[in-house]
């Protein structure tokens, strides 16, 4: 499968911004997406980026640079309910995904 | 709207036994994905299927079987469980945007099956 890279851990304050890098294999890939995941929930769809350039949704952006082989996901006014796991994920060719190993984000008050 | 469902939600299995998860979408979805989660790793596709009738392998496709006789389902079937295949497995779909060919970018998640092998 295709290797997509990310930090396995951030932490930042409530109210405060917080980046989610995720670096990931160019060949046959199509786009970027991002899921949250609370402990023991399942994955929920953030957003997806086929081109370059910033997507906003809200409190949440997502990033990507194709040239750079970079996206990254954007977190603005933190709430401790964004306390959870952040993935991305990669669309390949033959409509596959495939995901990095997470991130966990840590909001403390 | 169910969106995707899983059954059975929990099931503890002895090594060697065998079982079948199922997968039902009620979207219409074109496309739908086997994954399993282990703690500290991200979601590894097991095997998927871009439409009835046709499966394909993911990255950890060994020890797992996979039907989609049904546009609505998919099964993963275990034939001998191994204590490796210890996990959580997420069954999700996607789909082409409307008129076109083009994926989306969208996964829909089921909730999960746990499964233990003792």
């Known amino acids: 499968g295709q290797s997509l890279e990310q930090p396995s851990e951030v932490t930042a304050v409530e109210g405060a911004i917080v980046q989610i890098n995720c670096t990931y294999q160019t060949s046959g890939f199509y786009g970027l997406s991002w899921y949250q995941q609370h402990d023991g929930g399942a994955p929920t769809f953030l957003s997806y980026n086929a081109l370059d350039g910033l997507e906003e949704t809200g409190r949440f952006s997502s990033f990507l640079s194709r040239s750079d082989s970079y996206g990254y996901l954007l977190l603005q006014e933190l709430q401790m309910k964004d306390s959870a796991s952040y993935f991305c994920a990669g669309l390949y060719n033959f409509n596959k995904f495939y995901f990095g190993s997470g991130t966990k984000l840590n909001v403390k008050p | 709207n169910a969106g995707v469902t899983q059954t059975p939600k929990f099931r503890v299995l002895k090594t060697g036994q065998s079982m079948t998860l199922l997968c039902a979408q009620d979207?219409?979805?074109?496309?739908m994905y086997w994954y399993r989660q282990d703690p500290g790793m991200g979601l590894r596709l097991i095997h998927y299927?871009?439409?009835?009738?046709?499966?394909a392998k993911g990255e950890v496709p060994d020890g797992y079987n996979v039907s989609r006789l049904k546009k609505q389902n998919f099964l993963l079937g275990l034939e001998s469980a191994a204590p490796s295949q210890t996990s959580v497995y997420f069954c999700a779909s996607s789909t082409p945007a409307s008129g076109g060919t083009i994926n989306t970018g969208e996964l829909f998640f089921g909730e999960g099956s746990r499964l233990t092998v003792l």
């Open positions: 299927s871009v439409g009835e009738g046709t499966t």
């Open positions: 979207m219409n979805h074109e496309y």
